[in-house]
């Protein structure tokens, strides 16, 4: 099982796809610009510009435009460029793509899937920083993965490629450099199971996204002062997997949720929530949370720092948990 790169699972996962379906192909500014778009860019020259296309920088226009090849029956992939570039494109994304198969009674299919790298982490400061999946998880109708390592980005992008509903396809970009056995061969990964990335016993650590490898380092220094603690991984959070997650949880007693994205209405919200209700008699104790403060991502390193969830303070949220009274 080779090692590579979560950006080079997420090339390897577009490839195959165009191999295996000429409906599938790549739009977004620079998609084939190699010192723009370096995932994209070589997909250009194997399957040609009509299949990883450029448009222009009208984030509304082209992604109505997607919507519409949806229904023509493609399967458009759109490179948001930044998550945060979604606001200007809000109505197709909410209105239209989620809502076109329900209104109008199963006549089409919307297979979009929407790629948005989104987080902190690279000082890009409050308006290209934000990590609105929380956003998008409310709408029914649309499906949103958030990988969290290589393998996964693959299996999960092969997945919401071949789905007939829009897919939010979220990237964190801190995690592009991170490297991790992908399995060779046609493996993709199911939508709304959760996988658990450490099995433990004493406390369960819930990260989406960029948080997991955090969860995993808080983990391992959980375990020199002789603490085991469980990390899983929802992978997607629209489904979402209350039954695996709770499974783990109600298995520990004890949870913590973490995210990147901001405290207030968060993911970790709605699974805490989710989590609390079918097991209000097994928990120990209130669940923690840890995420985002509620300020904008600043520029500066350590004030970003501040503002955004860390290995200690995921550590700290478990030993409260693990110590309340």
């Known amino acids: 099982m080779p090692n590579i790169k979560f950006s080079e699972a997420i090339t390897e996962a577009l490839r195959e796809e165009m191999e295996r379906d000429e409906k599938v192909f790549v739009m977004g500014e620079d998609v084939s610009t190699p010192s723009v778009s370096p995932l994209t860019a070589e997909l250009a020259d194997r399957f040609g510009k009509a299949r990883v296309r450029n448009t222009p920088i009208s984030e509304l226009g082209f992604t109505g435009a997607a919507v519409g090849a949806a229904m023509a029956g493609y399967r458009p992939v759109l490179d948001m460029r930044l998550v945060d570039f979604t606001l200007v494109a809000i109505d197709p994304i909410a209105n239209q793509a989620p809502k076109l198969r329900y209104m109008l009674g199963g006549q089409v299919s919307v297979p979009l899937v929407i790629r948005t790298p989104q987080g902190g982490g690279v000082q890009n400061g409050p308006t290209h920083s934000q990590s609105l999946e929380s956003w998008f998880m409310k709408i029914p109708g649309l499906k949103v993965a958030v990988p969290s390592d290589a393998a996964d980005a693959k299996g999960l992008l092969k997945t919401a490629i071949?789905?007939?509903?829009?897919?939010?396809?979220?990237?964190?970009?801190?995690?592009?450099?991170?490297?991790?056995?992908?399995?060779?061969?046609?493996?993709?990964?199911?939508?709304?199971?959760?996988?658990?990335?450490?099995?433990?016993?004493?406390?369960?650590?819930?990260?989406?996204?960029s948080q997991v490898p955090k969860c995993m380092e808080a983990a391992e220094a959980l375990a020199a002062d002789g603490i085991s603690a469980e990390v899983i991984d929802p992978r997607t959070i629209s489904p979402l997997d209350t039954e695996g997650l709770a499974a783990s949880a109600g298995k520990t007693g004890r949870c913590v949720v973490v995210e990147e994205g901001h405290l207030h209405g968060g993911v970790g919200a709605e699974i805490a929530a989710a989590l609390q209700a079918v097991l209000f008699g097994s928990l120990k104790v209130p669940i923690e949370r840890v995420a985002a403060l509620n300020a904008p991502i600043p520029v500066q390193p350590k004030m970003e720092a501040?503002?955004?969830?860390?290995?200690?303070?995921?550590?700290?949220?478990?030993?409260?948990?693990?110590?309340?009274?």
């Not at 964190?172 to 061969?185: C, D, F, K, M, T």
């Not at 406390?203 to 989406?208: A, E, F, P, R, Y």
């Not at 550590?315 to 693990?322: Q, Y």
């Open 162 to 209: 071949r789905d007939d509903n829009p897919v939010i396809f979220t990237e964190y970009r801190s995690l592009y450099p991170l490297e991790g056995p992908v399995p060779e061969g046609d493996v993709a990964v199911p939508f709304g199971k959760a996988a658990v990335k450490r099995e433990g016993s004493d406390i369960t650590l819930i990260g989406v996204g």
């Open 306 to 325: 501040f503002v955004l969830p860390s290995t200690e303070k995921i550590a700290a949220a478990a030993r409260i948990a693990l110590n309340y009274a």
